[in-house]
């Protein structure tokens, strides 16, 4: 079956790299129907990429062979099924006019395609000038989970919808996300940053792209991930009276996902961020240390095991704590827990869930809560981690 | 806290027992606010019971202490999610007018209920008069689930809308479910059983839940399950002129669940189930043995890794078989498999999720297809097992 024009790789390295590049893929996108498949490219490697025209994914996998092919693949989940369930360890593509055949071991697939691939929208995201470069350690990126809840969902404060990077001092750089109800905020170090970065907007779902492509596993050998900065290829057109776009439009991560080489190009928001560092209060006040797995439990406890906490109350009094609730279904709940603190008997209440988020964030063992007052925001610190700062503002009793 | 009055048992006991009941509350109902809630009783033990008017559970788990009490625990599911979160190895009810306290370790919580218990439905399901008596094993009960995919869902059939048990030869009784388009078939050999049993229709809920409360695990000492068919408690008013109802209509399920002891009655179903024996081909006519591992891999492909399979073609020829499939996307697929029959080419036509419920269902290595021709049902057979029978329509090609 199998001819000198056939593209053949592995059965598992074709999935892998086709489910990268699926991740960017919105799946109600419904308008545009080459923004549902499937750049595949084979040359020296296979290549395949996908997009939503914001961000782009490209994976590249060893190949065998020397035929050059470019095809789009509709449908990619329901491929990737098939050939996981047809089995075989290897697949063979063989592109043609207007359709591509797929065969492994006993499975044949014949794919008819009436979009031609040179109508797939591939250049958009890339970079005509580097601004900044720098290599993040996986671990790094990793970190970026602390704050990624912070991130707000709200359409209308747009420049809300990503993290927040820019240069501190020396090799410091901070990563910051807020949603106006919560903040954090976490510094990297980044020896060989190289050029300006003054601030930029890194979308959302660039980043949870990235986090779920590097996965949760700290492998041995951490590969870093190129980290580049830039202005887009896309100039105004001669006749334009537009003004001529300017500052960093773009970033690029290149990094190792198995057996894949790949590369994530987004676009930056536009946008200015808002002046978020008047929003941290200092660490006078009120200081209650607690220990983060108890309180965590406690929170749990009086949501009734929701991750979906609504607003609780907690009252300090000179032996500890109690975290309570009360629900319209007429259950109220409550909870003793330990705290340490100086202070006098004090009141105050939150979002359940943020505070949720907020424990895990802070990693550790015990965690550190101040406030000036109990409609102020307060500060969330782990004591052995200085480079990490959430903030929460309280709930109305 | 814990005074004389309270009821005091294992955590988990407790939120085994409330979920074991819960399992036949319906989620959406809104209108009778008693069927959304627990009925707890504190005398030698402590019982849960839920009920949805047609299935009723009651568990049962061991207690300390004696007070003896009645009440209605709301919203099952925030307790459990709140006692298990709130750690603890016991738990301490204490139930006291319009509200109940709940008491573990650290956690407390208190529960306004303005519903009183003797509001809750518990007698409907009780059994006057039993007709017939038996007991399965769990093993019996758990080969249930190879016949049970098989049962209609259509609610103008609603006598399909179960399991139909009647007595067939000596100890011998035959378990049957159709939907029209399939029908499964398992023989049950029952020693003790006393009574007669013309033929019942045990619902599919009752079936369900059953499944569910005996799990997979097959233990090393099988409890076994007390069964008792009978007339319910509920007769006509004296002044009715409605004519007596006569037949059997309630089954009791009498059953250990880990710590549980577990009773589920059910209403059985009102109505004559067809003559299904017509339906079963006999095994002249063409016969095909198929490896079921390797069919199955087959369906899953062709059908690109989904459960929901749509139609799929057999094409028989000397040689083997093939399994293919097209889709409206323009994806068209086959794939190679081999097959040992003696008959000319042939092509037939079935639904692919169907197929790989029987193939489930026939367990086993290999099966056997046979068909007269590709309009009328086909049988399926698992040669290593004569108890099971399979029967599946096809489908226009």
Redesign the interface.
């Given at each position: 079956m199998q001819n000198s024009e056939a593209i053949s790789l592995s059965s598992s390295d074709f999935r892998h790299a086709i489910s990268l590049a699926g991740k960017c893929i919105e799946r109600n996108n419904k308008t545009i129907p080459t923004l549902s498949m499937i750049h595949a490219r084979a040359n020296g490697v296979f290549e395949a990429t996908g997009t939503d025209l914001d961000v782009l994914v490209s994976a590249s996998v060893p190949r065998a062979g020397s035929a050059e092919a470019t095809f789009l693949i509709?449908?990619y989940?329901?491929?990737?099924?098939?050939?996981?369930?047809?089995?075989g360890s290897d697949v063979t593509l063989e592109p043609a006019e207007g359709k591509f055949a797929l065969a492994s071991d006993?499975?044949?697939?014949?794919?008819?395609?009436?979009i031609a691939a040179d109508d797939f929208p591939l250049s958009g995201q890339l970079i005509a000038h580097d601004e900044f470069t720098a290599t993040l350690s996986h671990e790094q990126l990793r970190s970026l989970r602390r704050i990624a809840a912070s991130i707000s969902k709200a359409e209308t404060r747009y420049y809300l919808n990503g993290i927040y990077l820019h240069h501190i001092d020396g090799t410091t750089f901070r990563a910051v996300a807020t949603d106006g109800h919560r903040l954090s905020v976490i510094d990297l170090e980044i020896p060989d940053a190289s050029g300006a970065l003054e601030g930029i907007i890194i979308p959302r779902k660039a980043i949870r792209l990235l986090l779920e492509m590097i996965g949760n596993k700290a492998g041995a050998a951490d590969p870093g991930i190129a980290f580049r900065v830039g202005t887009g290829m896309l100039r105004n057109r001669e006749d334009s009276t537009a003004p001529e776009r300017k500052g960093v439009s773009r970033a690029h991560f290149s990094l190792r996902a198995g057996n894949a080489s790949v590369t994530l190009a987004t676009k930056l928001i536009d946008g200015t961020y808002p002046d978020y560092a008047r929003v941290i209060p200092s660490e006078s006040g009120r200081s209650f240390l607690f220990k983060s797995a108890e309180f965590r439990?406690?929170l749990?406890?009086?949501?009734?095991?929701?991750k979906d906490v609504r607003a609780v109350r907690l009252d300090f009094d000179s032996e500890g704590a109690t975290v309570s609730a009360k629900?319209v279904?007429?259950?109220?709940?409550?909870?003793?827990?330990s705290c340490q603190h100086s202070g006098e008997p004090w009141e105050v209440g939150f979002s359940g869930s943020h505070l949720i988020d907020m424990i895990d964030a802070a990693g550790g063992d015990e965690f550190v809560l101040s406030a000036a007052d109990a409609t102020g925001p307060a500060l969330i610190k782990n004591p052995a981690d200085p480079d990490w700062t959430g903030v929460l503002m309280p709930c109305r009793l």
């Open positions: 509709p449908d989940r329901s491929i990737i099924g098939a050939v996981k369930a047809g089995g006993t499975l044949s697939v014949e794919v008819v395609s009436n439990r406690a749990e406890a009086v949501s009734f095991g929701s629900y279904s007429g259950i109220a709940s409550a909870v003793r827990i």
